[in-house]
């Protein structure tokens, strides 16, 4: 039975509606501050917290239901004698509802406020009730989601109670909450990137229809951090993204970030199945096309500046599951609305991760964010590339960095001309990428060269120059092999694995 609630809200959403409810049920009301004076404001007859505790709020707010007399009448098991002499010889009244909501430190971490200022949203007292009701949730109804407002008064309008199983998932949704909010200030506190418990914030931002497989259930989490790309993509025509499309959009974003220059990635099967730059929206768009024009049908594409008419008009001539780019002119967007299941992403914000994780069995391993691409440029062959070609060296390596290892991508005038990715034999992803690029210039891997069959391959199809990592106990073999077939070749001292 509820004959006391402490209301005490930052979000103060529908919560009149709520204490309207419970005053006319003959439910006392106790309340703080900011709370208490909107109640009483709007009608509501309300006992303010410190007219409990025989103590004024002090520390500017700090300290105000931090007290005895509110967390004995919180924690107090009902059907424990003890528990009960014990608040009646205290004069300490029972606390049968608890409805608090958080200070808003998840929204003003993200603001462009001093350190100090953000410090001030971390809530201590909201927490410590809510924790308190939360373990003592079988005589304590705690209710944080302004969500579960609605459930709890036609509960109590139909039976006079709630039911176990409502308490105990609403006090499960408390440990949920304070976990989240404990690490997001955790992880604004450190400044380390391994600390000795991984503590994680994620927001759930929807329900997915399935995983990557219809028989996998799936969900889409977004950092309380508001940083990355999924925290501010607008979708402005298509279906629900998918778990897949979620994933395949992060590395075509991820890939056409990499430039300065105008760029354009079509992606299948969460690795690039074409990539460009050029001097149009449109250029870009048609030279990552013709990389692999089979593979980018049913695919994605990303481009890293605004899309006109007549580059949507070239889109929409082929099945495509994405179009993200940072802004679309308002008749392209008319033209691309014209598949209604085509899905248009509107993403303004840089990728800004700067950990990596990844789900084992009984694990997580964390790495920080691949965000280097060339340690030294060292060029180790009697042959000098040109001008030309190490810019497409420079582009080669931009690329293969997000194609599945082995990697390896053949260029020619800023445009991936054959991609082998994901091959267990690296000689197996050259002879596949110089396969289908037929007049590749440069070649790029993302890994060093373990024996010289790929230079020696490349050499039968014309390759001008190679650029690699380096540090092969064999790289003697490698560079030797370029000089014979006069071939240049760059080592950058930094690997690009992407398992």
């Not at 709020?57 to 924690?75: A, C």
């Not at 870009?284 to 695919?299: L, N």
Request: net charge negative; charged share 30%.
């Amino acid at each position: 039975m509820i004959r006391r609630a402490l209301i005490s809200v930052y979000d103060k959403t529908n919560i009149l509606e709520l204490a309207q409810f419970l005053q006319n049920n003959c439910i006392e009301i106790i309340s703080t501050g900011g709370t208490y004076n909107y109640l009483v404001k709007n009608g509501i007859k309300v006992t303010e917290v410190s007219e409990v505790t025989g103590s004024e709020e002090i520390l500017d707010g700090r300290v105000k239901t931090l007290h005895p007399v509110i967390h004995g009448g919180i924690l107090a098991i009902r059907d424990n004698k003890e528990h009960m002499d014990t608040i009646e010889r205290k004069n300490i009244k029972p606390i049968d509802m608890v409805v608090v909501n958080l200070y808003p430190f998840f929204e003003k971490v993200k603001e462009d406020i001093a350190f100090e200022e953000k410090v001030e949203f971390i809530d201590i007292g909201g927490p410590t009730m809510l924790r308190s009701a939360a373990k003592n949730f079988r005589d304590v109804l705690v209710v944080t989601d302004i969500n579960d407002y609605d459930d709890i008064i036609n509960q109590l309008k139909e039976n006079n109670e709630v039911d176990y199983n409502t308490r105990k998932r609403l006090a499960g949704k408390v440990f949920n909450l304070t976990s989240s909010y404990d690490a997001a200030i955790s992880n604004f506190m450190l400044d380390y990137d391994y600390p000795e418990y991984l503590s994680l914030s994620y927001r759930k931002l929807s329900d997915l229809r399935y995983g990557e497989n219809p028989h996998q259930s799936a969900a889409c989490y977004v950092s309380t951090s508001g940083l990355g790309m999924m925290n501010n993509i607008e979708q402005l025509n298509g279906k629900q993204l998918s778990y897949n499309n979620i994933k395949d959009m992060d590395i075509a974003w991820k890939t056409v970030n990499e430039f300065d220059e105008i760029a354009c990635c079509g992606l299948k099967h969460n690795s690039p199945c074409g990539v460009a730059v050029g001097d149009s929206v449109l250029e870009a768009y048609k030279k990552a096309y013709e990389c692999d024009s089979v593979s980018i049908f049913g695919g994605i594409v990303a481009f890293n500046r605004k899309v006109d008419k007549n580059t949507a008009s070239e889109i929409v001539n082929i099945f495509l599951e994405i179009v993200i780019a940072p802004d679309f002119d308002e008749d392209a967007l008319e033209i691309l609305k014209s598949k209604k299941n085509l899905r248009v992403i509107k993403c303004t914000d840089k990728p800004e991760d700067k950990l990596e994780m990844v789900k084992v069995d009984g694990g997580i391993l964390v790495q920080t964010s691949d965000d280097k691409l060339i340690d030294e440029i060292k060029i180790v062959t009697d042959k000098q590339p040109t001008e030309a070609e190490m810019k497409d060296l420079l582009f080669g390596m931009k690329v293969v960095k997000y194609v599945k290892s082995n990697a390896i991508v053949v260029v020619k005038d800023g445009m991936a001309k054959g991609i082998g990715a994901g091959q267990v034999n690296r000689i197996w992803a050259a002879v596949e990428a110089l396969d289908r690029a037929r007049d590749g210039v440069i070649l790029a891997s993302d890994a060093f060269f373990p024996f010289r069959d790929v230079v020696d391959e490349a050499a039968k199809h014309n390759i001008k120059a190679i650029i690699q990592p380096g540090g092969s106990i064999r790289d003697k073999e490698s560079i030797q092999a370029c000089n014979e077939h006069g071939i240049s070749m760059v080592f950058t001292g930094i690997r690009h694995f992407k398992h």
